[in-house]
């Protein structure tokens, strides 16, 4: 039987670089890494607040029927093929990404809690959790260097639209996570014990 273990964490929080560490860990191992990121809308179709500005961080801004489409899929042994998201950064190619199914499914995304179809298929319920001030730091590093937004526009979507959506549909799932990770300095330690559990389930 197939295993789903979920990763979650506010934006900045390290959950992306926390699953590359695994993915290194795991290399080899039948296991299936899949970024819910790459089940966002399409940009036209995302909401915009009073000033405008499209805001990403909705549950809303999710194609969650297709991701279930193709989690059953995945979980049948059958592989799916997704284009990458990059909707949110104009410098970005998108590339398609097939993958194949595997003994465990690892699926990595801000609000994989909240859709109820989604969180009761669990196995594992991950939570990297960080200080605010390091996720801005992080946010910040990220949208610069990688979206090259300007200063203001990070700062403000962080404030009206990051920290709002983390309060109300993110943070109130940690009192049911299995395992939370501090990652307010490194996630190393609890990268390699989930590593190890990973492959006493695909023993």
Do not use: W
């Amino acid at each position: 039987m197939v295993k789903l273990i979920g990763i979650c964490g506010g934006s900045g929080s390290g959950k992306t670089s926390f699953v590359k560490e695994l993915k290194n860990n795991l290399d080899g191992q039948e296991v299936c890494f899949i970024s819910f990121d790459d089940y966002y809308r399409p940009r036209e179709e995302q909401q915009v607040d009073s000033n405008g500005v499209k805001n990403f961080d909705l549950p809303e801004s999710m194609d969650i029927a297709q991701f279930l489409t193709d989690l059953e899929a995945l979980k049948n042994g059958e592989s799916i093929t997704r284009q990458e998201y990059s909707f949110n950064n104009e410098l970005a190619e998108p590339k398609d990404i097939t993958l194949e199914s595997g003994k465990v499914i690892l699926i990595e995304g801000l609000f994989i809690y909240h859709f109820e179809s989604l969180k009761q298929q669990f196995d594992l319920k991950v939570f990297i959790s960080a200080d605010d001030e390091i996720k801005i730091i992080r946010r910040i590093q990220r949208d610069q260097l990688e979206r090259n937004y300007p200063l203001d526009d990070v700062l403000y979507r962080y404030k009206n639209h990051v920290i709002p959506s983390y309060k109300k549909y993110i943070e109130p799932y940690v009192g049911e996570m299995d395992l939370v990770v501090n990652n307010n300095q490194t996630y190393k330690k609890a990268a390699e014990v989930l590593s190890v559990y990973v492959k006493s389930l695909l023993d």
